[in-house]
T-cell receptor
Framework: DADVTQTPRNRITKTGKRIMLECSQTKGHDRMYWYRQDPGLGLRLIYYSFDVKDINKGEISDGYSVSRQAQAKFSLSLESAIPNQTALYFC??????????????FGPGTRLLVL | GQQLNQSPQSMFIQEGEDVSMNCTSSSIFNTWLWYKQDPGEGPVLLIALYKAGELTSNGRLTAQFGITRKDSFLNISASIPSDVGIYFCAGQPLNTGNQFYFGTGTSLTVIP
């Protein structure tokens, strides 16, 4: 089983709709992240969370919100989707304890199309 | 945000050739990571570098943390078809609380 899972893997929605992307991890990591990937732009950080009670805005948080329901779950919401939010979205985790805390592990991605 | 310049943007090489790509930043970084992304998948960590001057290998892959702390490179020796994919560098600037910034990627095509 994958350590970091994302649901759904693909989603088509219409402008103005609210949608939620979910991420779960079995790695026991305390830190979780949401990124979006656009062609030619690499990955950009949307939000990150260092533990259940900690939420921080990343580089491009406008139009998004997140919820850290448990240490293992971190969801990303688009309250009112717009076409330029069409992208590939990745969840990632990292562990603040031990020597490997600086590396991040990615889920398989959610491909979102907003019409 | 931080600017990471990754080059080249794309490469087309013959199987068996060596590959080199690099990443430069506008500020000092304390960590460099190199990832590979296959189509339809998330990035997978290849090599992590934590100290200036550090040279680390993972099979046919070798990466180095530049002495200026503003650059890193990745070499792939004797390329094979399964090396095809997009390679990303990622770096963590000083005092950013574990935020990483990603390069725009190098798309590698290996011609058998």
């Amino acid at each position: 089983d994958a350590d970091v899972t994302q649901t759904p893997r693909n989603r088509i929605t219409k402008t103005g709709k609210r949608i939620m992307l979910e991420c779960s991890q079995t790695k026991g990591h305390d830190r979780m992240y949401w990124y979006r990937q656009d062609p030619g732009l690499g990955l950009r950080l949307i939000y990150y969370s260092f533990d259940v009670k900690d939420i921080n805005k990343g580089e491009i948080s406008d139009g998004y919100s997140v919820s850290r329901q448990a240490q293992a779950k971190f969801s990303l919401s688009l309250e009112s989707a717009i076409p330029n939010q069409t992208a590939l979205y990745f969840c990632a985790t990292s562990d603040s304890s031990g020597g490997a805390w600086k590396t991040q592990y990615f889920g398989p991605g959610t491909r979102l199309l907003v019409l | 945000g931080q600017q990471l310049n990754q080059s080249p943007q794309s490469m087309f090489i013959q199987e068996g050739e060596d590959v080199s790509m690099n990443c430069t930043s506008s500020s000092i970084f304390n960590t460099w990571l190199w990832y590979k992304q296959d189509p339809g998948e998330g990035p997978v960590l290849l090599i992590a570098l934590y100290k200036a001057g550090e040279l680390t290998s993972n099979g046919r892959l070798t990466a180095q943390f530049g002495i200026t702390r503003k650059d890193s490179f990745l070499n792939i020796s004797a390329s094979i078809p399964s090396d095809v994919g997009i390679y990303f560098c990622a770096g963590q600037p000083l005092n950013t609380g574990n935020q990483f910034y990603f390069g725009t990627g190098t798309s590698l095509t290996v011609i058998p």
